[in-house]
T-cell receptor, first 110, second 113 residues
């Protein structure tokens, strides 16, 4: 069973607009959530994280929101840039391991 | 500081063979985790090693095994390869277990024919 779900396999956004990537989870015991970005032929790189005791964390153009009651988190990228085009994975920490979603491919077009 | 390195980067094997993949963590990192990435499945956790001991294991058959050496380098082995083992195998390191941030290598792409 997939404990961390990214239901949108792809997203296309115009440069300068907001990109919103979503992630749902089922396990209320997750204590930490992370977003990773992956370019082709490279490993995932850490982007931003949030503790389960918070509901928002911001880092430059990237903001992650956590809604514990809905078991939902989202990543907002504002403004989107062509260099943001990549696959984005959300991950949740559970008993010393990370559980990843299946990824969302973001394409930012001019 | 050099990042996580994985060798080889690409590998082609046939069914029934076995394969060994290698991972060198970032200098000073002692925790190494392995993941399998396949289309539509995301990253599936294989196992984690710390101080030469396996701390966690994912839901993979016993054909998948690993080990860690005293210098923190890690290897994973897959025996009796199946077509479904074709995937990108990623290694990630962190200073210690329980750290929120793991640093990934570029992966080894394995193709089983």
């Amino acid at each position: 069973d997939q404990q961390v779900k990214q239901n949108s396999p792809s997203l296309s956004v115009q440069e300068g607009r907001i990109s919103i990537l979503n992630c749902d989870y089922t396990n209320s015991m997750f204590d930490y959530f992370l977003w990773y970005k992956k370019y082709p032929a490279e490993g995932p790189t850490f982007l931003i994280s949030i503790s389960s005791i918070k509901d928002k964390n911001e880092d430059g153009r990237f903001t992650v929101f956590l809604n514990k009651s809905a078991k939902h988190l989202s990543l907002h990228i504002v403004p989107s840039q062509p260099g943001d085009s990549a696959v984005y994975f959300c991950a949740a920490r559970s008993t010393d391991k990370l559980i990843f979603g299946t990824g969302t491919r973001l394409q930012v077009f001019p | 500081k050099a990042g996580v390195t994985q060798t080889p980067r690409y590998l082609i094997k046939t069914r029934g063979q076995q394969v060994t993949l290698s991972c060198s963590p970032i200098s000073g990192h002692r925790s190494v985790s392995w993941y399998q990435q396949t289309p539509g499945q995301g990253l599936q956790f294989l196992f984690e090693y710390f101080s030469e001991t396996q701390r966690n294991k994912g839901n993979f058959p016993g054909r998948f095994s690993g080990r860690q050496f005293s210098n923190s380098r890690s290897e994973m082995n897959v025996s009796t390869l199946e077509l479904g083992d074709s995937a990108l195998y990623l290694c990630a390191s962190s200073l210690t277990p329980n750290q929120e941030t793991q640093y990934f290598g570029p992966g080894t792409r394995l193709l089983v024919l």
